[in-house]
Each structure stands twice: as C-alpha cells, then as structure tokens.
C-alpha cells in the first residue's frame, strides 16, 4: 500500500523517514517508554535507523503494519502510532508519547484519527488496543478515545522474555457512527434474551 499522510486539527500524522531517526531514538531513551512497550532497552541509534528506515517502511509495503509519526505543524515528534493487521478485519493499535508532549491529548487525536482511517480505507471493523496491566497512561488514552474494555488476557503480551497480563479493548465502526464492511451481529445482553437464546 502507498503510504499516507492524516492531517487532524492540531495534527500530522505521516510515515516515518529516514530523517525522524535521530527524533525517534531521543524519545525512546525514555524510561517509561521502555517499560512499557516492547522495544529494546536500552534502545541504540541502530535500533531506531532499523525503525524508520527498515520496518516501517517493509510495513506499508507489504500491508502488515502502518506505523505513522505524530508531528505538530512544526514538525516536532509527539509520538508514533502503528496499526498491525492480526487478522482479516482487524488491527491493533499500537502508540508511545514523546515526554514533553503527554497531557496534550494528541495521541487520543491520533488514535482516532488513525481508526477512522482504518475503518474507511482498510476494510477493518475492529481496532483492538492492548496494554500491559498497569499501564494506566495508556488506557486512559484507549478509553478517552472510546474504546470499550472488554478484560483482562492472561499471559498474553510477552516484554523483554517475561509473560504478562494485558487489558483489552476494542473500538468498532459503529462507535464512530460509520458502517461495517460486514454485518455484525451482537450477543445479547438482556438476561431475558440470553434465555432466549439459550432455548
């Protein structure tokens, strides 16, 4: 897929080039952001080159992952966010905040901005966020982009060669008011109904 460019209100969200490396690796020396995203610690200029130059890129080229810098007007680095398709219809959202920039709501702004993009131009119908229990920044970002909660995976995200519990959340077309590529049909969540359907 050709890479694009998301402009919001306060926002511009395009893809990583060789000229973000040197921005990428400075905000990653970030000891929050090492805890807890699954980036290597400590993160080495190569590591950020291999980024922005190499996997990044590979993404967008063969459709698996669109990872897109966040930049203010001036071109400052606020943070970066990726889509990974995990299955058909569905991709996860992934996202880290340059220090100074936190507080600002810019990568809720992204974060939808981002879904709503993978909603209309990617065929998905389920943007899923998951977080590392106890991340607590990063869930608040989830839900203050509407995300609905739907628990808690055990042993499912793995950080650094150790096994963690993660939250789960999911953000769909219709929360966002626009349609699904495919019906979707919802259990039911009225006791009588279950019955019902249990009948």
């Known amino acids: ?3 694009v460019t998301l402009p919001t209100a306060r926002l511009v969200l395009r893809p990583l080039a060789p000229q973000d490396t040197d921005a990428v690796h400075a905000a990653a020396q970030d000891p929050d952001i090492q805890r807890w995203t699954t980036i290597p610690s400590p993160y080495l200029p190569e590591h950020a080159r291999s980024f922005t130059e190499q996997l990044a890129p590979e993404g967008w080229a063969n459709g698996s992952m669109f990872t897109f810098g966040v930049f203010l007007p001036d071109h400052t680095l606020t943070g970066v966010l990726s889509l990974t398709m995990r299955s058909p219809g569905t991709a996860e959202v992934g996202f880290w905040a340059t220090k100074e920039h936190r507080g600002h709501g810019y990568t809720t702004e992204a974060t ?10 990617l065929a998905v119908d389920r943007v899923e966020w998951r977080a590392e229990v106890g991340n607590t920044a990063s869930r608040a970002v989830a839900e203050n982009a509407g995300f609905t909660l739907e628990g808690t995976l055990r042993s499912a995200i793995s950080n650094k060669g150790v096994r963690r519990d993660c939250w789960v959340a999911s953000l769909l ?5 626009l349609p699904s590529t495919a019906p979707y049909l919802p259990a039911p969540t009225d006791t009588a109904d279950a019955r019902r359907g249990r009948a």
Request: charged share 20%; aromatic share 12%.
């Open 112 to 121: 939808l901005t981002a879904s709503r993009w993978a909603f209309t131009d």
């Open 173 to 177: 077309p219709s929360d966002l008011g």
């Open 1 to 3: 897929m050709e890479p």
